[in-house]
């Protein structure tokens, strides 16, 4: 059974930082796509960042380039978004997500229908 799992998640100010992690059991991680996505209260559903399983593509959604820093460590199954200059519009609760498909060729996908487990999720919240 695949399982992830994120932490790091938590209350901090504008102009903070944080860094979340997803740990993931369950398939052979280091063969993988790993995203990361999050949901803003009544929003829909947005893509935030992804890496490529041999983490050298990454790809962020606008709003987060430049700030947010995706990376993995395939020794501790475990991928990792730096959130730094953190605002208000950055409140969601984020999820990570593995790709279905072992070893994708091109580009990683910001697709949600591309992920085919996904964990519970972590809390970000940023005060003004």
């Known amino acids: 059974q695949v399982r992830l799992v994120e932490s790091g998640g938590g209350l901090v100010q504008t102009g903070g930082s944080l860094r979340l992690s997803c740990g993931v059991a369950?398939?052979?991680?280091?063969?993988?796509?790993v995203s990361w996505f999050r949901r803003a209260p009544g929003k829909e559903r947005e893509f935030v960042a992804t890496i490529k399983w041999d983490g050298v593509n990454k790809e962020y959604v606008d709003s987060v380039q430049g700030r947010f820093t995706i990376s993995r460590d395939d020794a501790k199954n475990t991928v990792y978004l730096q959130m730094n200059s953190l605002n208000p519009e950055d409140t969601a609760l984020y999820y990570c997500?593995?790709?279905?498909?072992?070893?994708?060729?091109?580009?990683?996908?910001?697709?949600?229908?591309?992920?085919?487990?996904w964990g519970q999720g972590t809390q970000v919240t940023v005060s003004s």
């Open positions: 369950g398939r052979t991680f280091s063969n993988y796509d």
């Open positions: 997500a593995i790709d279905r498909r072992a070893l994708r060729l091109g580009l990683p996908s910001g697709r949600a229908d591309d992920y085919d487990f």
